[in-house]
Structures are given as structure tokens and as C-alpha cells.
């Protein structure tokens, strides 16, 4: 899950608007915190602490949220389809891991070369 996203369910679960975080995280104004939680900008360091001190979490949760955001090895599709996968349920998550399976074994199985005809 993205940080953003891991932001609004906490603050959510604490009944927390986007105001209430802004007032317990210091030098971060409204449209700061509405900017985290929409994935347009991410908090500092100091931030992310105070973040994990005002929604009871703690700061490892949100680092680690942190680094799948920016895991460099993941292209933007790769997101979309982990998001899209963590959505479905267990049976809809097997049967796209069952798709992906049969079209990866598709695409880098060797094909079978052809026989000449003879004359």
C-alpha cells in the first residue's frame, strides 16, 4: 500500500481530518498534509516521526510504507498491479496469479521449431 493510502486509513481509524493531522505535525500546513495523502508529496524524516507519534504507529510502519513507494526496482506499472492485486479478494487474487502464470510461461517458453517437409 502507498504511503498516502496507509495515511488516510490510519487517520481515518483515529477519526483525524486532514486539519487535525496538519495542527499535530509541525511546519506542515493543510494543503501539505492533503499532498501526502494524495501521493503528490512525501513527509521528511521529522515529519514521518511525528506522523507515526500523532496516528500511534510506529515510525518503522511508515518507513517501510515509505520505501515501497519509492522501491526503484518497481516501475509504475508494477505498482498499479500490486495495488490492483491487494484490492481482490483471495479467489480473484488466484485466479490472476493462475493468468499471469500461464502468460509468463507464454512469452519465455521456447518454441518448438519446425520440421522441413520432405519430398
Do not use: C, F
Not at 513527509?43 to 522501491?71: C, F, N, Y
Not at 526503484?72 to 488466484?94: D, F, I, M, V
Amino acid at each position: 500500500m502507498a504511503l498516502g493510502s496507509t495515511l488516510r486509513l490510519l487517520a481515518k481509524a483515529r477519526g483525524m481530518s486532514v486539519a487535525d493531522l496538519a495542527t499535530a505535525i509541525p511546519r506542515a500546513g493543510v494543503a501539505t498534509v492533503s499532498a501526502w495523502l494524495t501521493g503528490d508529496k512525501l513527509p521528511g524524516k521529522d515529519q514521518l516521526d511525528a506522523l507515526a507519534r500523532t496516528l500511534g504507529v510506529p515510525a518503522g510502519a511508515l518507513l517501510g510504507e515509505l520505501a515501497s513507494t519509492l522501491d526503484p526496482a518497481r516501475t509504475q506499472g508494477e505498482h498499479e498491479l500490486l495495488a490492483s492485486y491487494r484490492a481482490l479478494n483471495t479467489k480473484q487474487q488466484g485466479a490472476l496469479l493462475e493468468v499471469a502464470r500461464s502468460m509468463a510461461q507464454g512469452t519465455s517458453a521456447p518454441r518448438p521449431a519446425r520440421r522441413k517437409a520432405r519430398a
